[in-house]
């Protein structure tokens, strides 16, 4: 069971892929392939897009944090000529504080600055990749567009596309029905002048009478051409005249033998 359905599995991708690669068209493929390169060449602008906005809120607490550094050093100072040495020490205890996370988002700064420049010139790169694939898209979509219109018109011309075939094939059988059809009728007519087939279009009972009539006009027929022989022999050549002549010679014979 396994190995049938194995088989079975085959057999589907088999056909799939048949029906897939005649239904695909090279054409719609690469229009959709550029389709997805440009959305990924989207994706990454909005990468370089997010990746800077977010160096620039950081230079911005950069630099506010660096205005709160010297804001408290300064509070330092007027501390201490005050002579409110607690208070100084408390401003520059903020203003290390301050120092630090400066520090930390310098470090981030710098990682965010070089992420921007790898995904900028990521971008370039492959916006010069989309831009060679759309010229060589271009240009071999018209390939195939000529290379299809001339294979159909090689087709039409030869007559071995689907199209032409079918009306080849439709004038064949038309012929072969037509030549099937004369040979019917020709040899339904000949039957009709042999007598071995009965007109169906005339009335019952003609047939018997029109056939007893021709033999009647080919009797008459027979005997006039037998009179106009007999008036054309000579007079000897009468049955009348050669009895006559048949009688002449036998009276001398008689009277010989008296």
């Not at 056909?15 to 229009?31: S, Y």
């Not at 950081?58 to 804001?71: A, E, F, H, M």
């Not at 106009?228 to 008689?254: C, N, V, Y």
Request: charged share 30%; aromatic share 2%.
């Amino acid at each position: 069971m396994t190995s049938i359905a194995h088989r079975m599995a085959a057999l589907f991708r088999i056909k799939a892929n048949k029906a897939l690669d005649k239904a695909e068209d090279p054409r719609e493929v690469l229009d959709y392939s550029y389709t997805q390169q440009q959305e990924l060449l989207q994706k990454v602008r909005r990468g370089v897009a997010d990746v800077a906005t977010s160096r620039k809120r950081i230079d911005l607490q950069i630099n506010q944090l660096r205005q709160s550094g010297g804001k408290l050093e300064g509070q330092a100072q007027q501390a201490l000529a005050a002579g409110r040495e607690d208070l100084a020490r408390e401003a520059l205890s903020r203003r290390t504080a301050v120092a630090s996370q400066l520090t930390d988002l310098q470090t981030q700064q710098a990682t965010l600055q070089a992420e921007e420049e790898k995904l900028t010139l990521a971008s370039q790169r492959l916006q010069t990749k989309v831009d060679t694939f759309r010229i060589s898209k271009e240009t071999i979509k018209a390939r195939y567009t000529a290379a299809e219109a001339q294979t159909r018109i090689t087709e039409a011309v030869t007559g071995i596309g689907e199209e032409m075939g079918d009306v080849g094939m439709a004038m064949q059988r038309a012929e072969d029905k037509t030549e099937q059809l004369q040979a019917r009728a020709g040899a339904l007519d000949e039957l009709l002048a042999s007598g071995a087939l009965e007109d169906a279009t005339l009335p019952a009972g003609r047939d018997d009478i029109q056939a007893e009539l021709e033999r009647v006009t080919a009797g008459q027929d027979v005997d006039r051409e037998l009179a106009r022989m007999k008036a054309q022999l000579p007079p000897s050549a009468t049955p009348s005249a050669l009895e006559g002549k048949s009688a002449e010679q036998g009276a001398p014979d008689q009277e010989g033998t008296s």
